[in-house]
């Protein structure tokens, strides 16, 4: 019979998923069989799997943590925001519908049994499921229905610990205030907490785990120093992502309102150096760029008109004009033609908006989404590549006959006829190391070469004796429960 332990946070980002990986890293270490759960989540990042479907990307890393490849069970619930006020619903890894938050919010309570139904088809399958929370159970509001914390717990009979985050400051707060607004039921279910994010000398706080312990009864499975290489794990959360100031290889990537699939970006942050600058909005791309890189997006028609708004079309013009070479990557690639129609309203009323205009190809979305796991190769080079398509929408026109790589035996992208501007829309190229050397050498530049899949997996290594070190794992394992 499995055994279930749930880690929730005192409030969002306290480091829920990357805590999640390390134990489950550790686990794995000690001979189990783990797997990890989070029956709702809400990301733009999200991580195609094998079965078809998609799931959050930190889930993704958990599942590589414990030794797994990704599956849609492992988050069953996912919920991609499209507007301040509505997210698409992926349920069981496919697009369900799209919501506002208000209707989400009657409808959630009907997701229980596809959530249960995921993390039981885990528990037969593993020795241990490690459940990560979403936001904070503090948020009594969002009881009713809940799916994501207490109200999953609950269901499935799952002991909590909880998490609080001392770099924000105010933590005893965070962990005895959520423990005063829980109703008692609730409040039972947390076994544990733990402190997270600590810089300097943690015994300096012993005193203040000692009153938490008094005011809330929880046992205390200790504080947790800050991870310093938590960067080099791919993020999932927006706020996460940053400019990582390396060597003279400058990338410029324009922050898009409604970013997605950013872990483009991170096989490129960890090169010593390539320096990634993140540019946010009402600041113009560096004029020293070797590439600007245009993300992905979950509004690509929302984010065009937030790119014009900023003056980045004319930034990208003079980059060009100054010999500067362009990525555009799924929504990105899609900007950069001359034309996205969407006469069925997939991203909102029905509209026809000129693009960029440096690709001569147009794009028209269409209500099918395309959700797979594929190989490629970089027709320059013979390079393998591999990665994933997760988008909406058909791209033709002259330049996809200039395309750079063969998908799965077909062509895939598009070029300028010199090579200079490239669009795809495939994601997760630039962890193919052979291929992502040669693509940096395509631009003039000469990178060290780097293995960044091994060194993924050393962080998460590092990331698990980091764990074994300063949290009580034996103690947080004795408190799961059989489910």
Excluded at 133 to 148: F, K, M, Q, T, Y
Excluded at 201 to 213: A, E, N, R
Aim: glycine share 10%; proline share 5%; charged share 20%.
């Amino acid at each position: 019979m499995a055994k279930a332990i749930m880690i929730q946070g005192a409030g969002s980002n306290v480091g829920k998923s990357m805590l999640v990986a390390g134990i489950a890293r550790a686990a794995r270490a000690r001979g189990l069989s783990v797997a990890p759960f989070k029956p709702q989540n809400m990301s733009n990042n999200a991580a195609a799997t094998r079965d078809g479907g998609e799931i959050g990307r930190a889930q993704a890393l958990q599942a590589l943590a414990s030794g797994l490849e990704p599956h849609t069970d492992m988050n069953p619930v996912l919920l991609k925001p499209e507007t301040e006020v509505g997210a698409q619903v992926v349920v069981h890894g496919q697009r369900l519908t799209t919501l506002k938050a208000r209707d989400y919010g009657k409808m959630k309570q009907t997701l229980m049994p596809a959530v249960l139904k995921s993390f039981h088809k885990l528990a037969k399958a593993h020795d241990l499921i490690i459940v990560e929370g979403a936001g904070s159970p503090a948020e009594v509001n969002l009881r009713v229905g809940d799916i994501a914390n207490m109200g999953f717990a609950e269901a499935a009979n799952v002991p909590v610990a909880l998490i609080g985050d001392i770099d924000r400051g105010g933590v005893i707060a965070q962990i005895v205030g959520t423990h005063a607004v829980l109703p008692a039921a609730d409040r039972a279910r947390i076994k544990a907490f733990a402190i997270n994010k600590f810089r300097g000398d943690t015994t300096l706080f012993s005193g203040g785990m000692k009153t938490i312990v008094d005011m809330t009864g929880w046992d205390a499975l200790g504080v947790i120093p800050w991870f310093t290489d938590a960067w080099k794990l791919p993020a999932e959360d927006v706020m996460d992502i940053s400019s990582r100031k390396g060597g003279a290889i400058k990338i410029v990537v324009p922050k898009l309102n409604r970013i997605a699939n950013f872990d483009d970006l991170d096989p490129l942050s960890a090169m010593p150096d390539v320096t990634v600058e993140i540019v946010a909005a009402g600041r113009p791309l560096p004029a020293d760029a070797d590439l600007i890189l245009i993300p992905g997006s979950k509004s690509t028609i929302a984010d065009l008109a937030h790119f014009r708004a900023q003056g980045w079309d004319v930034d990208l013009h003079a980059h060009i004009r100054r010999g500067g070479h362009v990525l555009g990557i799924c929504g990105g690639y899609q900007m950069l033609g001359q034309e996205i129609i969407d006469d069925a309203g997939i991203e909102g009323p029905p509209s026809r908006v000129r693009g960029l205009g440096h690709l001569q190809v147009s794009t028209r979305m269409t209500p099918q989404k395309h959700v797979q796991v594929s190989h490629a190769q970089y027709l320059p080079t013979g390079d393998p590549v591999s990665g994933y398509e997760i988008h909406i929408g058909e791209t033709t026109g002259p330049d996809c006959a200039h395309h750079w790589l063969s998908l799965d035996g077909r062509g895939e992208g598009a070029a300028s006829t010199d090579g200079q501007i490239r669009g795809c829309y495939l994601h997760g190229l630039f962890t193919s190391d052979t291929f992502r050397d040669s693509f940096l050498r395509s631009l003039g530049v000469t990178p060290d070469p780097l293995d960044y899949a091994s060194g993924v997996t050393a962080t998460l290594d590092r990331l698990a004796e980091h764990l074994e070190t300063h949290l009580d794992i034996p103690r947080l394992l004795a408190l799961s429960s059989d489910v």
